[in-house]
């Protein structure tokens, strides 16, 4: 969920709504005389509120501001999960990127390479680079579409439906596949048109993509809802661990269920389903397998 | 006069308005909150603090709070010290 | 000396609050009687004439209801003349007063009002009094506790004055016509049966007899005609809305889960709502639950707003039971629904009674201003002892219904609800059953049951001590504010004990 980096009322309350991931942002919803104010209080906020199990993000300025600097500068030695960059056009951005991510890191006392990379596609130009800047450093776990920032790269107009957007978002999730990263779907501003962001999260996941990025704490038992696997998901997924675990302690080679092989795609799709049934509450914890 | 500020009016926020004072002259600190009874004492004490941190001996600080959390009462008071021009007042 | 929940009360005061209810001794008192001619005229030309004849003099009582809210008129004509007139060292005994009564203020200055006995006090009449505008102190007492003190004679009430939206010139009055209606007067009920004196003020004067008649003739000294007893913009909101805050949305969440999981969420089960948008929030995932697995409530109880009486129409709560209307959507019900039923605060909340309706109940949804690590619950005063609040039926319902749910945030602005101790004592801990903020929940630990079922059901369970810390650590912990000497309030729970005392504000 997206969290304006200068609205300390909103930054307060912002992670008791259940979001998977709390995005502060320095770009877009901030003005250019308060970028310093908001990077302060995004890193005092890192420092003194509590956010328990919610992973923190935030949206630094584009690497073609002069903001992007001073802004992980500042907000790296604070430890949060992941730095989100728009508007990620090249793969030399992201290797840039995590060249001085490393070496704040390292300044720091931090683990190198403990800071994630998140990246949003906003332009042609990036959707066309897509997998080379998704591949480009083992810091990055996803890419997503910015859509109001690429619709006006294209010339066009943002519609409901987002026929616009149908073939970015396609060429998107086909890079993240390529690349194995998760692939975020973008915001739907219309905070009141719950059936609507209902219908674009839906096509979203119908996709591939395996989330979405929220404005409003309204949306996101909408999000969580689409994106849960059904009860048969979960039972399969349970009954594939355990098949597994059996196999390990026999020591068998091939494993299979109800007469289909159970390889290592199918593995690591149960365990996905299962991880995301135990994040949605919906299962106990699982046994490790 | 030279003079920064940092901060909005709007609610858990806080404006904090710095003057630079001559050396010697110390520190001032003014703040009006509707909370003052119960919480002036320690928004003075983190005022103090940050002032000691960022070697500032010589500085007015008014503060109009809107019921603002510590993080931010600290950064818009660090905000307001950089815009003021930041080490350039170290006693 | 301490009363029974560790608050210092001066023995002069009276009886202690004790941990239980006190047992009554005695009769109720009555009015005087009076005898009335045939066709004789009630309607009198003016407020003044009626205080004239209703023989109000220096020292006496007067009643009001608060029905009108932030509307009101009554009170500032009654005044008024009461003052015009000279008569002075009143004691004003409304069922409670808002944020539009601060020109009492003035009439406190001039002698006029010498003490006051209510449920609420706000705005500057409240900041006034708590920093000694009156020499008396301000006796607050709940819903069910002002019908006890008329009743049993402790509050004598020499003329009640009645703001009726509809009359008849012989004096049957409803609060279901007109333009200032407001629906239930189910305040003014209690005045009306024990008050020496009489007077209905109304903007709406009709044929004899109106229907419905909410207070009878019987009981009703003179009618006085006005321009406008209120303003209706103050009175009821057009339609009360649903909450759309994220933060209170979640918190009603939570409380509904705790009703599904209370074990009492059963057919035939009963309700009252508060009319805190996190309260009425609650009613849209309780009618989904409702609807789902076919159960309908027996009756609810209010304090009743449009939510509410959409439930009654959609046959999803068979009876409402109403002391006040809060909304044009409930006078609408009032007035139309057979099963929508007035009731008077004595009937809704006097303990003294061989039954009242919150011994029936079993939930209430109360609100706060702060809690504490004892579960006491305050209503009345911020944390620097302004008074600002009202005791209302806070108290009533938390006694009798089966399960107490108060549901409030962590904190507000940066002041912590959850406290050490409270300011003051309005509902004591041990009628309250479970906290519901933001970010969890705690269980009174006299409720070993609850707690399992709820930490059975997955929801956030933790000690109030542990949410007091949440909350602490979210603002910071307050430096607690010095109170004077002096005692501007006294509290006195639903039996007439006194469980709390308000101290001065000093600046």
């Known amino acids: 969920m997206y969290v304006p980096g200068n609205n300390p009322n909103m930054m307060a309350d912002c992670m008791i709504y259940g979001a998977d991931v709390i995005l502060f942002d320095l770009e877009d919803s901030v003005p250019l005389q308060e970028k310093d104010a908001a990077r302060y209080l995004v890193e005092y906020a890192l420092r003194y509120l509590d956010f328990s199990n919610t992973e923190v993000a935030i949206r630094i300025n584009g690497m073609d501001t002069p903001y992007w600097e001073e802004d992980i500068k500042k907000i790296i030695p604070e430890k949060p999960d992941m730095i989100r960059l728009p508007k990620a056009e090249t793969k030399e951005q992201i290797k840039r990127l995590n060249e001085e991510i490393s070496k704040i890191e390292e300044k720091s006392g931090i683990k190198v390479g403990n800071t994630k990379i998140m990246v949003s596609i906003e332009s042609a130009k990036g959707l066309k680079n897509a997998y080379d800047i998704a591949t480009a450093s083992i810091r990055l776990q996803a890419i997503a579409i910015g859509g109001e920032d690429f619709t006006a790269d294209l010339g066009v107009k943002r519609t409901r439906e987002g026929n616009e957007l149908l073939v970015a978002r396609g060429e998107l999730v086909l890079a993240a596949k390529a690349a194995k990263v998760d692939v975020i779907d973008s915001v739907f501003s219309d905070v009141n048109d719950e059936e609507g962001f209902r219908m674009e999260t839906e096509k979203a996941k ?19 809802d689409v994106f849960k696997p059904t009860e048969e998901e979960i039972q399969e997924a349970i009954k594939i661990t355990q098949v597994i675990e059996e196999a390990k302690k026999k020591g068998s080679g ?19 389903v299962l991880e995301l049934a135990k994040t949605l509450g919906l299962v106990e914890k699982v046994a490790a397998c | 006069m030279i003079s920064s ?25 003014e703040i009006e909150s509707p909370i003052k009874k119960q919480f002036g004492r320690h928004i003075k004490e983190t005022i103090l603090e940050v002032l000691k941190e960022r070697c500032i001996s010589n500085v007015k600080v008014r503060v109009t709070d809107r019921k603002a959390l510590d993080f931010s009462i600290r950064a818009r008071l660090e905000t307001a010290i950089d815009r003021l021009g930041g080490e350039r007042l170290e006693a | 000396m301490l009363n ?8 002069s005061l009276g009886t202690l609050y004790s941990g239980h209810m006190q047992n009554p001794s005695g009769r109720a008192k009555g009015h005087i009687i009076k005898l009335s ?18 023989g109000l003099k220096d020292g006496m009582t007067i009643s009001f209801h608060h029905h009108l809210r932030e509307g009101d008129h009554v009170i500032n004509m009654v005044l008024a003349a009461i003052d015009e007139l000279g008569i002075k060292d009143l004691k004003l005994a409304p069922s409670s007063l808002n944020k539009c009564h601060d020109f009492l203020i003035d009439y406190i200055k001039k002698g006029v009002i010498t003490s006051i006995e209510t449920s609420g006090l706000r705005g500057k009449l409240g900041e006034e009094i708590s920093r000694g505008l009156l020499e008396k102190p301000v006796i607050i007492r709940s819903h069910g506790g002002r019908p006890r003190a008329i009743e049993s004679g402790e509050l004598h009430i020499d003329v009640a004055f009645i703001g009726a939206p509809c009359a008849d010139d012989m004096g049957n009055l409803n609060g279901v016509d007109g333009p200032s209606a407001f629906g239930s007067i189910g305040y003014a009920m209690v005045d009306a049966r024990f008050a020496d004196t009489v007077v209905g003020i109304t903007d709406n004067l009709r044929k004899y007899p109106i229907e419905p008649i909410s207070i009878p003739s019987t009981l009703v000294d003179y009618i006085v005609c006005v321009d406008s007893i209120g303003d209706p913009e103050g009175i009821v909101s057009g339609a009360t809305r649903l909450t759309r805050s994220p933060r209170e949305i979640l918190i009603a969440e939570m409380a509904s889960k705790v009703i599904l999981n209370s074990g009492l969420f059963e057919d035939g089960f009963s309700m009252q709502m508060g009319s805190g948008g996190a309260a009425l929030a609650v009613i849209r995932h309780l009618k989904d639950a409702m609807k789902q697995k076919n159960i309908k409530a027996s009756f609810g109880v209010g304090g009743i707003s449009g939510p509410y009486a959409k439930m009654l129409e959609e046959g999803l709560v068979e009876k409402l039971l109403d002391v006040q209307c809060f909304d044009l959507q409930a006078v609408e019900s009032l007035r139309n629904n057979k099963n929508h039923i007035e009731m008077d605060a004595s009937y809704y909340a006097n303990a003294y009674n061989k039954d009242c309706v919150v011994n029936n109940l079993d939930i209430v949804i109360l609100s706060a201003l702060e809690i504490d690590t004892n579960f006491n619950v305050n209503v009345m005063t911020g944390s620097d002892g302004t008074i600002m609040g009202a005791s209302g039926g806070h108290s009533d319902a938390a006694y009798g219904a089966k399960l ?35 970010r969890g929940i705690a269980v009174n630990p006299k409720n070993k049951d609850l707690e399992q079922k709820l930490k059975d059901a997955k929801l956030p369970i933790y000690s109030i001590e542990e949410l007091k810390q949440k909350a602490e650590k979210i603002t910071g912990k307050p430096d607690p504010v010095e109170s004077g000497d002096r005692i501007v309030g006294i509290v006195e729970y639903r039996d007439g004990s006194i469980i709390d005392v308000i101290r001065n504000v000093v600046d």
Do not use: Y
């Not at chain 2, 901060?7 to 050396?23: H, M, S, V, Y």
């Not at chain 3, 030309?45 to 004849?53: D, G, N, R, T, Y």
């Open chain 1, 206 to 224: 119908a996709m591939g993509f395996t989330g979405k990025s929220v404005i409003n704490p309204r949306q996101i038992p909408i999000v969580h």
């Open chain 3, 4 to 11: 029974a929940i560790g608050r210092e009360i001066p023995e």
């Open chain 2, 5 to 29: 500020k940092a901060g909005t009016e709007e609610k858990n926020d806080c404006i904090i308005e710095l003057e630079a004072l001559e050396k010697g002259e110390g520190i001032e600190i």
């Open chain 3, 37 to 54: 001619r045939p066709h004789e005229d009630k309607v009198l030309p003016s407020i003044k004439e009626a205080i004239k004849q209703g």
């Open chain 3, 404 to 438: 107490t749910i108060v549901t409030t945030p962590l904190a507000r602005g940066r002041l912590p609800i959850v406290v050490d101790k409270v300011k003051t004592v309005i509902t004591p801990g041990g009628s309250i059953d479970v906290v519901v903020t933001e």
């Open chain 1, 254 to 272: 091939v494993i299979s269920l109800n007469g289909k092989m159970v390889d290592k795609p199918i593995v690591e799709k149960a365990e996905r």
